[in-house]
């Protein structure tokens, strides 16, 4: 019997990087099995605090995320287990921000990553992550979890 095999995805919902309007839309991983992500963000009004400054939640959800798709493609599925952040400097609005994360290591379920947000000169921000592989039926829990397994079933039946 052969199982059928469910690739990294996302929610097109995601703030990280599904469609959501007030969404971050980071692209995705190019291939599983990675041990360093990339990409270009900026923040923008939505996203402010104090004038022309982040909030620091949005800060601390975008290193999540960089950390998460790392996790996510480097073992399918994960979630956050931990995430510790470390505010450096303020975070400007409407300004190209380089989100950059890496893999420390992977033992058992967990998988360590460690993440920066850069102006290109300095850190901003910086976190580091621990993730837990979970099996696919964590997801399964609310009626949106059930949803999406169905349509993911229905997708590999017709393969």
Do not use: K
Request: glycine share 8%.
């Amino acid at each position: 019997m052969s199982v059928a095999r469910i690739p990294p995805h996302h929610d097109a919902a995601c703030w990280g990087c599904g469609d959501n309007a007030a969404g971050l839309h980071l692209p995705l991983p190019e291939s599983e099995g990675i041990e360093e992500y990339e990409a270009y963000t900026h923040f923008d009004e939505r996203h402010q605090a104090g004038p022309g400054i982040v909030h620091g939640g949005f800060v601390a959800a975008a290193l999540d995320e960089a950390c998460g798709l790392l996790a996510t493609w480097y073992r399918f599925p994960a979630v956050t287990a931990r995430i510790f952040v470390r505010y450096r400097h303020p975070v400007p609005i409407n300004t190209e921000l380089l989100l950059r994360s890496e893999l420390e290591s992977a033992r058992g379920r967990r998988i360590h990553v460690r993440a920066r947000l850069t102006d290109g000169a300095e850190a901003l921000a910086e976190a580091r992550a621990a993730f837990l592989h979970v099996p696919l039926e964590h997801f399964l829990a609310t009626p949106e979890g059930r949803a999406a397994g169905e349509a993911w079933r229905e997708r590999l039946g017709s393969e």
